[in-house]
């Protein structure tokens, strides 16, 4: 097909890395942030917890998985609120990311995979350098129009 495709012009769509994240808000209406490592791509940016789906996983099971892995934290119930394509220059293929409002077990998180990781409340979220990819999320959690505990009351 590839042989095909060029020499008819067309040209092959990339596949998306699909990845999932997590808005989880406390009763104090803090959200969780993670800062990503030093040593990671897009050094010290914010972000909010996830990573990429495995090839046949569902959405909510990579939430789940990539919950516990990052912050050693059970996931109870999620409900997607946003999705989002991005295109970063540095990496070959673009991304279909999943936002998800999403609630855990614990009140007691574990950094395991970021350099720091902070409660902050949704209009203190632009004070913070986030992955671009976040950025219309966080301006529909600054300003109210999105509430991530509301949304998971109809789950």
Request: aromatic share 8%; proline share 4%.
């Given at each position: 097909?590839?042989?095909?495709?060029?020499?008819?012009?067309?040209?092959?769509?990339?596949?998306?890395?699909?990845?999932?994240?997590?808005?989880?808000?406390?009763?104090?209406?803090?959200?969780?942030?993670?800062?990503?490592?030093?040593?990671?791509?897009?050094?010290?940016?914010?972000?909010?917890?996830?990573?990429?789906?495995?090839?046949?996983?569902?959405?909510?099971?990579?939430?789940?998985?990539?919950?516990?892995?990052?912050?050693?934290?059970?996931?109870?119930?999620?409900?997607?609120?946003?999705?989002?394509?991005?295109?970063?220059?540095?990496?070959?293929?673009?991304?279909?990311?999943?936002?998800?409002?999403?609630?855990?077990?614990?009140?007691?998180?574990?950094?395991?995979?970021?350099?720091?990781?902070?409660?902050?409340?949704?209009?203190?979220?632009?004070?913070?350098?986030?992955?671009?990819?976040?950025?219309?999320?966080?301006?529909?959690?600054?300003t109210g129009k999105l509430k991530p505990s509301e949304i998971l009351q109809g789950a």
């Amino acid at each position: 097909m590839r042989e095909y495709d060029r020499m008819h012009g067309v040209e092959a769509k990339s596949a998306m890395r699909r990845v999932v994240a997590a808005v989880i808000e406390r009763a104090d209406r803090r959200l969780l942030i993670g800062q990503r490592r030093r040593q990671d791509s897009s050094p010290l940016k914010w972000e909010f917890p996830g990573g990429k789906v495995w090839d046949g996983e569902e959405l909510e099971a990579a939430l789940a998985r990539e919950l516990w892995e990052e912050l050693g934290v059970t996931l109870v119930k999620s409900r997607k609120i946003a999705s989002v394509e991005h295109q970063y220059a540095n990496t070959a293929e673009p991304l279909e990311i999943h936002f998800f409002a999403a609630q855990i077990a614990e009140d007691e998180i574990v950094p395991l995979t970021f350099e720091q990781v902070k409660w902050v409340l949704p209009k203190e979220l632009a004070q913070y350098d986030f992955l671009a990819a976040n950025r219309t999320l966080i301006a529909h959690l600054a300003t109210g129009k999105l509430k991530p505990s509301e949304i998971l009351q109809g789950a």
